[in-house]
T-cell receptor
Framework: AQSVTQPDIHITVSEGASLELRCNYS??????LFWYVQSPGQGLQLLLK??????LVQGIKGFEAEFKRSQSSFNLRKPSVHWSDAAEYFC???????????FGGGTRLMVKP | DADVTQTPRNRITKTGKRIMLECSQT?????MYWYRQDPGLGLRLIYY???????NKGEISDGYSVSRQAQAKFSLSLESAIPNQTALYFC??????????????FGQGTRLTVV
């Protein structure tokens, strides 16, 4: 069965520092991978997605993620964090039947001034 | 206006009460989903619907039921609410015409508290 692990429940970084959020997945075939962000009181917004091709994927808000098949990972990165990036981040893998996604437990990012 | 709208946004209800959460979408998507979010557990699928006449259970459907009243509307009901159903509930949509290479679009969530 497919699964997604986000090892870090909480991460705190200083504004302007770099960020890496970890995501490891288990999936029986070539995965489609997603990162979503949930800002306080908001729904989930797609940051980026990987289907095939270039393993380094660019997303919105200056985020990028790298697919590493050998490590079953899809880590999210940002070179310089802004205070507005404070949110919860979810990694997801699919597709399952009906294009459903399996989500990780989420990583809550806090940004220090 | 949001493409996927959930009502209510917040609700407090008592144990044993029946409650309905509603979701409507203007994206024209055929597939709709209900997820539940709990701290540390991410989002878990409750029910999903491929079209009006096709409804399927997800991994945590016990205690819930759904109704797909139209392509644009998908409601989630708790027949007899219990405190461990306190959670943040999300409705989502996707478009089967895009095949598997498609994303899910989420509503803003309904925070439900059962006391």
């Amino acid at each position: 069965a497919q699964s997604v692990t986000q090892p870090d429940i909480h991460i705190t970084v200083s504004e302007g520092a770099s960020l890496e959020l970890r995501c490891n997945y288990s999936y029986g075939a070539t995965p489609y991978l997603f990162w979503y962000v949930q800002s306080p009181g908001q729904g989930l917004q797609l940051l980026l997605k990987y289907f095939s091709g270039d393993t380094l994927v660019q997303g919105i808000k200056g985020f990028e993620a790298e697919f590493k098949r050998s490590q079953s990972s899809f880590n999210l990165r940002k070179p310089s964090v802004h205070w507005s990036d404070a949110a919860e981040y979810f990694c997801a893998v699919g597709p399952n039947a009906g294009n459903m996604l399996t989500f990780g437990g989420g990583t809550r990012l806090m940004v220090k001034p | 206006d949001a493409d996927v709208t959930q009502t209510p946004r917040n609700r407090i209800t008592k144990t044993g009460k029946r409650i309905m959460l509603e979701c409507s979408q203007t994206k024209g998507h055929d597939r709709m989903y209900w997820y539940r979010q709990d701290p540390g557990l991410g989002l878990r699928l409750i029910y999903y619907s491929f079209d009006v006449k096709d409804i399927n259970k997800g991994e945590i459907s016990d205690g819930y039921s759904v109704s797909r009243q139209a392509q644009a509307k998908f409601s989630l009901s708790l027949e007899s609410a219990i405190p461990n159903q306190t959670a943040l509930y999300f409705c989502a949509t996707s478009d089967s015409r895009q095949g598997a290479r498609t994303e899910a679009f989420f509503g803003q969530g309904t925070r439900l508290t059962v006391v």
